[in-house]
C-alpha cells in the first residue's frame, strides 16, 4: 500500500489469468484526487481483484470496504490479507460483479469499478449504480482503452498510465440536487 496506517506493508495475491492489479502510480492519482483521508467513507471495491484498490481505501482510513470477487482462488488469497492485515471493517463477497450491483446493498461514497479489460461491463454496470452512490459519491473507472461513460456521468478527472485510462466520474442526477 502507498499511504495511510497501512503504508508499505505488501498485499500478495495469486498469479491468476486476468488478474491485473493496479498500479502505483494510478493509485497514487487516484488518491491524490479523492483526498488522502477517506475517513468515515463507506467503499466498494467491485472487481476486488488482488485488493489494492480496497485495501488501499481501507489503510486510509474508509469505514467500511465490501470487496466483490467471483473467483475463489483470489476470495482465499484476499481472506488471508484481510486476517494479516487486521481488517475488521473489510467485508468480502465471493459473487459476480454485475449480480451484486443488481442488489440493494446500500450507498456508497466511492465505487471502484476495474472490471476485466475485454468485458463490456462498464456500459451494463453504470446504470446500475446511479442509486448506489451518496449524494457526493464517486465512481473511479479502470479501463484498457477510452471509455466514454453516457450524459447521465460527468467526468472530474481523467488520466492515462501505460495502456491504462482511469477516470473518476460523477452522477450527473446527484449534482442537480445540491
Known amino acids: 500500500m502507498i499511504g495511510g496506517s497501512h503504508r508499505s506493508r505488501w498485499v500478495e ?7 491485473r492489479p493496479t498500479p502505483d502510480r494510478v493509485r497514487e492519482t487516484l488518491f491524490n484526487w479523492l483526498g488522502q483521508n477517506l475517513n468515515g467513507m463507506r467503499c466498494l471495491d467491485l472487481f476486488a481483484g488482488s485488493g489494492a484498490l480496497g485495501f488501499e481505501a481501507m489503510s486510509r482510513g474508509a469505514a467500511e470496504v465490501v470487496m466483490v470477487e467471483r473467483n475463489r482462488t483470489i476470495i482465499r488469497a484476499l481472506q488471508k490479507t484481510i486476517i494479516k492485515l487486521d481488517c475488521s471493517n473489510v467485508l468480502l463477497r465471493c459473487e459476480d460483479g454485475l449480480e451484486f450491483a443488481h442488489q440493494k446493498n446500500g450507498l456508497f461514497d466511492v465505487i ?3 472490471p476485466p479489460f475485454q468485458s463490456d461491463y462498464l456500459q451494463k454496470l453504470l446504470p446500475l449504480l446511479t442509486d448506489k452512490l451518496t449524494q457526493d459519491g464517486l465512481v473511479f473507472v479502470e479501463s484498457g482503452q477510452i471509455f466514454e461513460p453516457d450524459q447521465t456521468w460527468q467526468v472530474v478527472r481523467h488520466a492515462k498510465s501505460s495502456t491504462v485510462h482511469y477516470q473518476l466520474l460523477r452522477c450527473e442526477s446527484a449534482l442537480k440536487h445540491d
Do not use: H, Q, T, V
Open 13 to 19: 495475491f495469486p498469479d491468476e489469468e486476468g488478474l
Open 112 to 114: 471502484f469499478l476495474d
